[in-house]
């Protein structure tokens, strides 16, 4: 398996800063950006960041880490991220989720209710059908489309992975997608999702490529940011933040203590069956040139 490491900017990744981390990002040879949607916030909205880094760099690669799809017209995301692919061939790396991580903002994502899920998987069979076809014709329970199609369709097929961890939206990965990014779970919670995934690719007649599993993964400093720490330089709202989404799980098993403690972890995810991941600094840092040179230093050389 090819073991690639990618970052996101996470808190650091405002329009003010974030061309610097771009150059940063290129200049050090790393693997690919990746851009959270959060829209309650300062950070810089995914397909547009997506556009402005590709714009500016020749080698690195750039995601959406994660955006929500259900709630979008999928003819609209294919015509961007076909733009996209004509743009930059080869890379561009879609990762779509079923419903934001923040409450608040599930609004602003609307689909009929209890509807979410199914929503979610026509969204991705006509998205799929329209980068891959000359024209599409389709007509769903949600989506009615006659004669559709963008341009220009990419040369290659273009990966389009998913994010959760629930049990449906593990099976979702292995009957529609080609890889998974996962986040907050120990390595033997992943290596778990790995095989339900794997089963129902199995169960739909498809193949999840082996190399095509992942992890975000956020890497504490101690007294990064100035503000309250737990152990391992977790800062207290992410420790907050992981209680509630994780009840009864200790943070720290999910949250790397510095550059050896995020070594230690994506050994034991790589052990399980997960090659990709993405890291990102907890809590903002002084410099995030540091953070990259510290990611180049530290983590760059365990890529194979």
Do not use: N
């Not at 709630?71 to 061939?89: D, E, I, N």
Request: net charge positive; aromatic share 8%; proline share 9%.
């Amino acid at each position: 398996m090819r073991v690639r490491i990618g970052v996101s900017l996470g808190p650091g990744g405002t329009p003010e800063a974030f061309a610097a981390a771009v150059d940063l990002l290129e200049a050090a040879g790393a693997d690919s950006l990746w851009l959270p949607e959060s829209v309650y916030g300062p950070l810089v909205e995914p397909f547009t960041g997506m556009a402005f880094a590709l714009s500016r760099t020749r080698r690195l690669k750039v995601g959406s880490g994660i955006c929500v799809l259900p709630g979008r017209h999928p003819v609209l995301v294919a015509k961007q991220l076909a733009s996209l692919t004509g743009l930059a061939p080869g890379r561009v790396l879609p990762v779509f989720g079923l419903q934001s991580a923040r409450s608040a903002e599930r609004v602003l994502f609307p689909v009929p209710e209890g509807q979410r899920a199914a929503v979610f998987d026509e969204s991705l069979t006509v998205l799929r059908l329209l980068l891959t076809s000359e024209t599409v014709s389709f007509k769903g329970r949600f989506f009615t489309v006659s004669g559709a199609f963008v341009r220009p369709l990419p040369a290659k097929p273009l990966d389009i992975w998913l994010g959760g961890s629930a049990p449906g939206g593990l099976r979702r990965v292995g009957r529609l997608a080609d890889g998974w990014l996962g986040s907050l779970l120990t390595p033997g919670e992943a290596g778990a999702a790995v095989r339900v995934i794997q089963e129902a690719a199995a169960g739909a007649g498809r193949v999840v490529e082996p190399d095509h599993f992942g992890i975000s993964l956020a890497v504490a400093f101690p007294a990064a940011g100035g503000g309250p720490a737990g152990p391992g330089g977790i800062p207290a709202e992410m420790m907050a933040s992981i209680r509630e989404r994780r009840p009864g799980t200790d943070p720290a098993a999910l949250v790397a203590d510095g550059w050896a403690g995020a070594r230690r972890m994506i050994e034991e995810y790589t052990r399980v069956g997960l090659s990709k991941f993405v890291v990102r600094p907890a809590a903002p840092l002084p410099s995030f040139g540091s953070f990259v040179e510290g990611f180049a230093r530290e983590l760059m050389p365990l890529q194979t």
